[in-house]
């Protein structure tokens, strides 16, 4: 069943490239550098690339998929499995995603509290954060467009030319040798990027607000590979200022080389850098929370503000008990794993949409 949207609410096609970088460019690239290079060592930028390219095409069966009369994930679901099944596939696919919202805002308060105050308490915090998403949350999608852009363009053009400045303490010969791993290093790696790309699957939720969105294709397509050029120059830069070994031994490489940019009025330039992630954070959940309640009104017709509150509130709630660095890495390895179940399930569904769509039309 195709699901219809009035234009009112619906978005161009251009803003999926920011949807797109606004939902996967998260807390992860601040510390993804650490956990790629004890798998494959300096070569491990191969697996960002390859993972890449796989991305793209798990994108475009996404939109083979939908561009058709089952235009949303759960539409998909109930045409394929039926009712039932249908709806519990559907928020399966929901709780996933408020599982990523919720890694995303203990990952930002454990950065906040190491890096700025370690003695802050964190339930004011989270209170001032999720407020603010629940007010972006209740002015629809459109609202959610508007912040992510600014999520993308304002991080990008203040804190992007930082990144360029430890390439002067640089040692370009960390590069060498390339290209001499296993293949089983190289696909290990990988299985650790793909945390890195946890959200893209919110596009099966919002496709339906996308104005004329089959043609929106290539915009997702260049949100993508602008989130594989973010990691890779992010990667090189500090391949070439850290050594290996050090490497190995910082959790948050990122945070860590922009601490040695020194400037006469700022003793402390990461108190910025990490303010200024909040408007990348903001956005990641924000899409998160909206495509899982869009998953829950779907499959069950509640109307999504009456999903916004519980689920602010049970993120709330559970982020008091989440303190410690072990518990946190373990979550974020579950999520992991929930990321590649996600990947070869999209491929598993297109093939069975592909099969039954070909069956159809000869009958």
């Known amino acids: 069943m195709n699901v219809q949207v009035e234009e009112r609410f619906q978005i161009s096609p251009f803003f999926v490239f920011y949807l797109v970088h606004a939902g996967v460019i998260g807390l992860g690239i601040l510390s993804y550098q650490r956990s790629l290079v004890q798998a494959a060592s300096y070569d491990s930028w191969v697996s960002i690339l390859l993972l890449g390219l796989v991305m793209n095409g798990v994108i475009w069966m996404m939109y083979r998929m939908l561009n058709s009369e ?17 709806k519990g596939l559907t928020l399966v696919f929901s709780l996933y995603l408020f599982y990523a919202s919720f890694m995303i805002l203990i990952g930002y308060l454990e950065i906040v509290k190491v890096w700025l105050f370690p003695t802050l308490k964190p339930w004011l915090l989270q209170m001032v954060i999720l407020l603010l998403v629940y007010y972006i949350l209740s002015g629809g999608l459109r609202m959610i467009t508007g912040i992510c ?8 053009a203040m804190i992007g030319p930082l990144l360029v400045y430890p390439i ?48 929106s294709l290539k915009w997702a397509q260049w949100g993508m590979i602008s989130v594989i050029l973010l990691y890779l120059v992010n990667m090189f830069i500090t391949f070439v200022y850290y050594s290996e070994g050090l490497l190995q031994h910082t959790i ?58 519980p689920a602010i509130i049970l993120l709330y709630l559970s982020a008091i008990f989440i303190k410690e660095r072990q518990m946190i890495s373990m979550m974020g390895e579950i999520l992991s794993w929930m990321g590649m179940v996600s990947m070869a399930y999209i491929a598993v569904l297109y093939v069975m949409v592909s099969m039954k769509r070909a069956w159809s039309k000869k009958t």
């Not at 089952?70 to 249908?86: A, M, T, V, Y």
């Not at 852009?149 to 990008?156: A, Q, T």
């Not at 108190?271 to 069950?300: D, E, Q, T």
């Open 168 to 215: 002067q303490f640089g040692q370009w010969s960390n590069l060498q040798p390339i290209l001499n791993h296993s293949l089983m290093e190289y696909v290990h790696s990988g299985k650790l990027m793909i945390f890195q790309y946890v959200g893209f699957e919110s596009l099966f939720f919002y496709f339906p607000f996308i104005k004329k969105g089959g043609q």
């Open 70 to 86: 089952q235009n949303d994930l759960h539409s998909l679901h109930e045409w394929l499995f039926g009712k039932w099944i249908g």
């Open 252 to 309: 948050w490489p990122t945070l860590t080389m922009i601490t040695i940019l020194e400037v006469p009025f700022i003793q402390r330039f990461e108190y910025i850098m990490v303010s200024i992630w909040l408007l990348v954070v903001i956005p990641n959940i924000c899409i998160y929370l909206w495509s899982a309640a869009r998953g829950v009104k779907r499959a069950f017709n509640w109307k999504m503000k009456f999903t916004f509150i």
């Open 149 to 156: 852009l600014w999520g993308v363009i304002i991080p990008l």
